[in-house]
């Protein structure tokens, strides 16, 4: 059974940190586009950040350009996001996905569509 397993998310004041993580099971990461979206109560699940199958390229949303970091580990079949200096607005809940794709270059932009494999989400909440 392919899946993908979020983890790391909980309540932080603002200004904290989180590291989330991507574990899958049933299948290998490590070729494949990854990508972070969350969804804020009210709002669409909107795309957060993505790397590249070769872990070269990345993308970030303006909203969280500077603040957050993608990298996987291969080797750990896992994806991260590391999230500092977050602010109230971060607050949703995050989920991970898969593309069945090869490809060096990736975008928070491509079509939610076309990733075929999703977690379960973790949830995020930034208050005071």
């Known amino acids: 059974q392919l899946q993908l397993v979020e983890s790391g998310g909980g309540l932080v004041q603002p200004g904290g940190s989180l590291r989330l993580s991507c574990a899958a099971s049933g299948f290998t990461l ?3 586009n990854i990508g972070w979206f969350r969804q804020a109560p009210g ?9 590249g199958s070769y872990g070269d390229r990345v993308d970030y949303a303006d909203p969280v350009k500077g603040r957050f970091t993608i990298s996987r580990d291969n080797g750990k079949n896992t994806v991260y996001l590391q999230m500092n ?18 490809a060096y270059y990736c975008s928070t932009s491509t079509s939610q569509s076309t990733y075929d494999t999703w977690g379960q989400g973790t949830q995020v909440t930034v208050s005071s």
């Open 30 to 32: 490590n070729w494949r």
């Open 43 to 51: 709002k669409e699940r909107e795309g957060v950040s993505c790397i």
């Open 85 to 102: 200096n977050l602010k109230p607005e971060d607050t949703g809940i995050y989920y991970c996905a898969a593309r069945p794709i090869r």
